[in-house]
């Protein structure tokens, strides 16, 4: 995939994302221009054929995308053989820019621009024909159809939001909600801290139920995996700070280990059961399926490890190790859950590399791939947002984090790189989304004037299926982009960071 022309700002050079002014190089790379908006002198670059390249390469097969240069020069002549003159010129130039019908994307709605960013609280879903943000000051769901506000739940005065459900189901979302505590005060309040599970209607914005939670301590702070949804339950971890000491025992607020994950009926509300934590062991994050529950458990001191329970009645079925070569701890590894079924934990640093290493596991607990950071950057991978990083058929889809501008895909039974399409030193990929045998690409061409592109693969082989421009900025970072959603045929990223919600794009 090639741009044409220089994405920058006003001037020569301007560096994308604090890249090098003029004649500074993407990550290093002797690449002129290279800005986010604006314009500068033009790089191009590609297979002269515009063709598709197969190799080896760092494991898996490899796939350089065609020439978007050559393509649109393609779409240029024939226009130039129907039309001649400079009406020809004239379609060539808009297709190289996203603007000629069939090979560009057009916006068709946005929302309105938050004010600011949020720490904590963030997610985003859709249901039908809602879309849904989160932040930490309420809940805002959209019309898929128009972008129109349908309906807003926000938490009572002084309260935010501090966590919420990855996913969503049968149109439910959980979100934790509290108030910051005051230091010092004796006893807590008994809404202080993240102290209230919603169950929100994703339709119509209602609070179905809201059940209590016993949180650590009376702050506020940005939670992952405190409640999760499948297989029509509500899962809630309870937490407490000082488990693990011997006279914790019966203090104000203590919560037993054992019964602090809790299951609940995720339309109702009505509790179901309590999962059997393993002696000794403590939760810390939780995730559902249909065929069973896990839930991270700190076991041994400080040794996290993962433990899976009947989704039926709450009965422990396994617990294993993450890693056994070592211990994996809360504070230094930050291990989460991406996904219930199968069996998925991101793990940080356990490694020198500053990249995340993903775990999988079978239905009984064992060990199968493990996607570690490699010294040749296979591997370096982003988990922190769905759009970084998709599970779906059995692998895992991700963007490598060490140049940002490759798209893998590995098996998540033997952690083997099975292809990457390699978009080249002038391109970001800015999110994901997999579905129906494809792999969906936001791009950032940022050595093109001003816009963005879309990237189509196929979800077997990494081949490339389709390509189309935006005419503007899809996003001013990769970090903004938390998920992308599609619905009635248009694509519509869900943003984070005090951006636009959501933008809806459909083909001109």
């Given at each position: 995939m090639t741009a044409t022309g220089t994405k920058t700002g006003g001037g020569t050079g301007g560096a994308k994302s604090g890249r090098g002014a003029t004649g500074g190089a993407k990550n290093g790379r002797g690449t002129t221009g290279g800005a986010k908006s604006g314009r500068g002198g033009g790089t191009t670059r590609g297979s002269a054929t515009g063709g598709t390249?197969?190799?080896?390469?760092?494991?898996?097969?490899?796939?350089?995308?065609?020439?978007?240069?050559?393509?649109?020069?393609?779409?240029?002549?024939?226009?130039?053989?129907?039309?001649?003159?400079?009406?020809?010129?004239?379609?060539?130039?808009?297709?190289?820019?996203?603007?000629?019908?069939?090979?560009?994307?057009?916006?068709?709605?946005?929302?309105?621009?938050?004010?600011?960013?949020?720490?904590?609280?963030?997610?985003?879903?859709?249901?039908?024909?809602?879309?849904?943000?989160?932040?930490?000051?309420?809940?805002?769901?959209?019309?898929?159809?128009?972008?129109?506000?349908?309906?807003?739940?926000?938490?009572?005065?002084?309260?935010?939001?501090?966590?919420?459900?990855?996913?969503?189901?049968?149109?439910?979302?959980?979100?934790?909600?509290?108030?910051?505590?005051?230091?010092?005060?004796?006893?807590?309040?008994?809404?202080e801290?993240?102290?209230?599970?919603?169950?929100?209607?994703?339709?119509?914005?209602?609070?179905?139920?809201?059940?209590?939670?016993t949180p650590d301590d009376g702050e506020i702070r940005d939670e992952k995996d405190v409640v999760a949804v499948g297989g029509g339950l509500a899962v809630v971890r309870d937490e407490y700070a000082?488990?693990?000491?011997?006279?914790?025992?019966?203090?104000?607020?203590?919560?037993?280990?054992?019964?602090?994950?809790?299951?609940?009926?995720?339309r109702t509300g009505k509790p179901r059961w309590s999962a059997a934590v393993p002696k000794g062991c403590f939760p810390h994050g939780v995730a559902a399926g249909k065929r069973q529950v896990l839930a991270l458990v700190v076991c041994g001191g400080d040794d996290v490890r993962l433990a899976a329970f009947d989704p039926a009645d709450g009965t422990h079925r396994w617990t294993t190790e993450l890693d056994e070569r070592r211990a994996v701890e809360r504070v230094t590894h930050m291990p989460v859950l991406l996904s219930a079924e199968p069996a998925v934990v991101s793990v940080d640093g356990l490694d020198m590399s500053g990249y995340p290493t993903v775990l999988s596991f079978g239905d009984d607990g064992s060990r199968q791939g493990r996607i570690a950071p490699g010294a040749d950057g296979v591997g370096?991978?982003?988990?922190?947002?769905p759009a970084q990083a998709q599970?779906?058929?059995?692998?895992?889809?991700?963007?490598?984090?060490?140049?940002?501008?490759?798209?893998?895909?590995?098996?998540?039974?033997?952690?083997r790189r099975l292809w990457h399409a390699d978009l080249g030193d002038l391109e970001d990929v800015l999110g994901l989304r997999v579905a129906d045998g494809r792999v969906t690409a936001l791009v950032d061409l940022y050595a093109s004037r001003g816009e963005d592109g879309l990237l189509v693969l196929d979800?077997?082989?990494?081949?490339?299926?389709?390509?189309?421009?935006?005419?503007?900025?899809?996003?001013?970072?990769?970090?903004?982009?938390?998920?992308?959603?599609?619905?009635?045929?248009?694509?519509?990223?869900?943003?984070?960071?005090?951006?636009?919600?959501?933008?809806?794009?459909?083909?001109?």
């Open positions: 390249t197969r190799g080896s390469a760092g494991g898996g097969t490899t796939r350089t995308t065609g020439s978007r240069l050559v393509r649109c020069t393609v779409v240029g002549g024939v226009v130039l053989a129907l039309l001649a003159g400079v009406g020809a010129i004239t379609a060539g130039v808009l297709s190289g820019e996203g603007y000629l019908p069939g090979d560009s994307l057009r916006e068709v709605w946005t929302t309105e621009r938050e004010a600011v960013g949020s720490d904590s609280g963030n997610g985003a879903w859709a249901a039908g024909d809602t879309v849904v943000s989160s932040r930490s000051d309420g809940v805002t769901g959209f019309d898929a159809r128009s972008g129109a506000r349908r309906w807003r739940y926000a938490p009572a005065a002084g309260e935010a939001i501090c966590s919420v459900s990855r996913t969503a189901e049968d149109g439910v979302a959980l979100i934790a909600q509290g108030a910051r505590g005051v230091p010092g005060a004796e006893p807590a309040g008994a809404r801290g993240c102290a209230t599970v919603v169950a929100l209607d994703l339709a119509d914005g209602r609070a179905l139920w809201r059940a209590a939670r000082y488990w693990g000491q011997d006279w914790a025992d019966g203090q104000p607020g203590f919560v037993r280990p054992d019964r602090a994950v809790r299951a609940l009926d995720l370096r991978v982003s988990t922190a947002a599970i779906a058929y059995g692998r895992l889809y991700a963007i490598e984090a060490y140049d940002h501008e490759t798209i893998t895909a590995f098996d998540l039974r033997s952690g979800a077997d082989t990494g081949e490339e299926r389709d390509m189309r421009t935006f005419p503007d900025s899809v996003a001013a970072s990769r970090d903004e982009i938390r998920d992308l959603f599609a619905y009635e045929g248009r694509l519509i990223p869900a943003r984070t960071g005090g951006y636009r919600p959501f933008t809806a794009y459909e083909e001109r």
